[in-house]
């Protein structure tokens, strides 16, 4: 375990030029390949937790008030655009 938490052990196969890339990455900023594989997993996961409460909060949505608010705000924006006399 570490810190609590049950680890696994994956193999990965990558073209050298990668895995170099890679190690020197990891090397930079003072991390073990372990570490950095870690902290990427954890950014693609978060990338991808964020895609998918997108699309769940998308599709339970009300499409005539979202394009009613985007009417707003384009109504505004021409508004605020045109000169004071104008107005």
Known sequence: MHGGMEMSTLTIRLPDDT????KSLAQSRG????KLVE?????ALSAWDTE????????????QAAL???DGLDAADIKSSVPAAQN
């Open 52 to 63: 998918n409460h997108f699309r769940a909060m998308a599709a339970t949505g009300d499409v």
């Open 31 to 34: 991390l073990s390949m372990n």
């Open 39 to 43: 902290q990427l997993s954890a950014h």
């Open 68 to 70: 009613a608010v985007l």
């Open 19 to 22: 895995a170099q890339r890679l």
